[in-house]
C-alpha cells in the first residue's frame, strides 16, 4: 500500500453525511476586505454551513487572522497561538485528497462567542505567494522581470516531450538572469524567496553530478542507493544567456544537442493529425528539425456515435 497522504490542518474527513445536522447561524459580512462575525455563540465542534464548491460567499470572506503581515513568521503564529477557529469537513475518502470532494461543510472548532470573527487556516504558501505578487506583480504583468527569480516559462524539445525545463528568471541593472530549476519542488517554490536565493547555482549538469558525487559518493545521480534522496534536493542550474539578454516567447534553450522551446510557444502552433500512433512517429522521424518544432503533432480523435 502507498503512504498515508498528509490531511491539510484543520481538515477531517467523514465517509457519510447522512447524519449531519448544519445549524443556522446568522452572520455579519464585511462589506469591504475579509471579515465574517458571529451573531450569536456557537459550540465546538458544530457544523454551520454546507459550502458552495464553486465559490461561496461565506467562505471566501472568512479572514486568516494568524496571519500578522509577515508569511516567514505564520507557521510560528499558528504553533504558539492558533487563532483558527473553524475548519472542513469532507466527505469522501482521505485517501482521495487530490479529487474534489463532492460535499463539504464548515464546522467550529471550539466555541466561538457572540461577537467574535471566524478565522481558517490558509497555510504561509498563500500568504508567501500574496506577499510576493503585491511587491513584484506589475512588474510582471508589464511584461518584464523583477529584481528576485519569478517563474518564466516551461521548455521542451517538442510539444510531445516529457522532459520539460523549469525555468525562472530575474532583472539585475538591466541584466537578465535565468536559472533551470532541477529537483522535487511545487512550482510556486519561488515565493519563498529567502530560501530560493540559498539554493546552490550550477554552470551545467555537469558540475551538478560533480557536487553529487563529491557529497553522495560516485554515480549518486543515478544511483538506486541514493536515488531518493538525491530527488528531494533543489538545485539551480545557469541558463543565462552570454550576452545577459531576455529570453522572448520565439527563443529557444540549446543544451547539448538538443534544442528546448517555450510551451506556451509550442502549445500554439499549428497541429499536424494523424490517424495512429504508429503513423505520427513514422512520419515525426522523417521530419525536418524545421518541422518538428512548425507543427504540434496530434492523433486525430474520431468522435463515436452511441445512437
Same mark, same amino acid.
Given at each position: 500500500?502507498?503512504?498515508?497522504?498528509?490531511?491539510?490542518?484543520?481538515?477531517?474527513?467523514?465517509?457519510?453525511?447522512?447524519?449531519?445536522?448544519?445549524?443556522?447561524?446568522?452572520?455579519?459580512?464585511?462589506?469591504?476586505?475579509?471579515?465574517?462575525?458571529?451573531?450569536?455563540?456557537?459550540?465546538?465542534?458544530?457544523?454551520?454551513?454546507?459550502?458552495?464548491?464553486?465559490?461561496?460567499?461565506?467562505?471566501?470572506?472568512?479572514?486568516?487572522?494568524?496571519?500578522?503581515?509577515?508569511?516567514?513568521?505564520?507557521?510560528?503564529?499558528?504553533?504558539?497561538?492558533?487563532?483558527?477557529?473553524?475548519?472542513?469537513?469532507?466527505?469522501?475518502?482521505?485517501?482521495?485528497?487530490?479529487?474534489?470532494?463532492?460535499?463539504?461543510?464548515?464546522?467550529?472548532?471550539?466555541?466561538?462567542?457572540?461577537?467574535?470573527?471566524?478565522?481558517?487556516?490558509?497555510?504561509?504558501?498563500?500568504?508567501?505567494?500574496?506577499?510576493?505578487?503585491?511587491?513584484?506583480?506589475?512588474?510582471?504583468?508589464?511584461?518584464?522581470?523583477?529584481?528576485?527569480?519569478?517563474?518564466?516559462?516551461?521548455?521542451?524539445?517538442?510539444?510531445?516531450?516529457?522532459?520539460?525545463?523549469?525555468?525562472?528568471?530575474?532583472?539585475?541593472?538591466?541584466?537578465?538572469?535565468?536559472?533551470?530549476?532541477?529537483?522535487?519542488?511545487?512550482?510556486?517554490?519561488?515565493?519563498?524567496?529567502?530560501?530560493?536565493? !540559498?539554493?546552490?547555482?550550477?554552470?551545467? +549538469? /555537469?558540475?551538478?553530478?560533480?557536487?553529487?558525487?563529491? *557529497? @553522495?559518493? #560516485? =554515480?549518486?545521480?543515478?544511483?538506486?542507493?541514493?536515488?531518493? !534522496?538525491?530527488?528531494?534536493?533543489?538545485? +539551480? /542550474?545557469?541558463?543565462?544567456?552570454?550576452?545577459?539578454? *531576455? @529570453?522572448? #516567447? =520565439?527563443?529557444?534553450?540549446?543544451?547539448?544537442?538538443?534544442?528546448?522551446?517555450?510551451?506556451?510557444?509550442?502549445?500554439?502552433?499549428?497541429?499536424?493529425?494523424?490517424?495512429?500512433?504508429?503513423?505520427?512517429?513514422?512520419?515525426?522521424?522523417?521530419?525536418?528539425?524545421?518541422?518538428?518544432?512548425?507543427?504540434?503533432?496530434?492523433?486525430?480523435?474520431?468522435?463515436?456515435?452511441?445512437?
Amino acid at each position: 500500500m502507498g503512504n498515508k497522504p498528509s490531511i491539510p490542518k484543520h481538515t477531517r474527513y467523514i465517509e457519510s453525511d447522512e447524519n449531519i445536522v448544519v445549524l443556522n447561524v446568522e452572520f455579519e459580512i464585511k462589506q469591504t476586505g475579509l471579515g465574517v462575525i458571529s451573531k450569536q455563540f456557537i459550540p465546538a465542534n458544530t457544523i454551520i454551513r454546507k459550502l458552495d464548491l464553486f465559490g461561496d460567499e461565506l467562505y471566501d470572506k472568512i479572514n486568516d487572522l494568524n496571519y500578522t503581515g509577515d508569511a516567514n513568521k505564520y507557521l510560528s503564529n499558528v504553533d504558539s497561538e492558533d487563532k483558527t477557529n473553524v475548519g472542513i469537513v469532507k466527505v469522501g475518502n482521505e485517501m482521495e485528497i487530490f479529487e474534489l470532494p463532492k460535499v463539504i461543510y464548515l464546522e467550529t472548532l471550539r466555541d466561538i462567542e457572540s461577537g467574535e470573527e471566524l478565522s481558517r487556516f490558509y497555510n504561509e504558501d498563500f500568504w508567501f505567494e500574496k506577499e510576493f505578487n503585491n511587491k513584484y506583480g506589475q512588474v510582471i504583468k508589464s511584461g518584464d522581470l523583477p529584481e528576485v527569480y519569478t517563474y518564466v516559462d516551461s521548455f521542451r524539445e517538442t510539444i510531445h516531450s516529457s522532459n520539460v525545463l523549469q525555468i525562472y528568471g530575474k532583472k539585475i541593472d538591466d541584466k537578465y538572469y535565468y536559472v533551470q530549476l532541477m529537483g522535487n519542488t511545487k512550482i510556486n517554490f519561488y515565493h519563498k524567496v529567502n530560501q530560493f536565493n !540559498e539554493l546552490n547555482i550550477f554552470a551545467n +549538469l /555537469i558540475e551538478l553530478e560533480d557536487y553529487l558525487d563529491k *557529497k @553522495y559518493g #560516485p =554515480e549518486s545521480f543515478r544511483s538506486v542507493e541514493h536515488q531518493q !534522496e538525491v530527488l528531494k534536493l533543489v538545485y +539551480l /542550474i545557469d541558463r543565462t544567456k552570454s550576452d545577459y539578454s *531576455k @529570453y522572448e #516567447p =520565439e527563443d529557444y534553450i540549446q543544451i547539448d544537442n538538443s534544442k528546448y522551446y517555450s510551451v506556451s510557444n509550442l502549445n500554439s502552433r499549428p497541429k499536424k493529425y494523424f490517424s495512429s500512433n504508429k503513423e505520427l512517429v513514422e512520419a515525426y522521424k522523417t521530419a525536418t528539425e524545421e518541422e518538428k518544432q512548425m507543427y504540434s503533432w496530434e492523433i486525430k480523435r474520431e468522435t463515436i456515435s452511441l445512437e
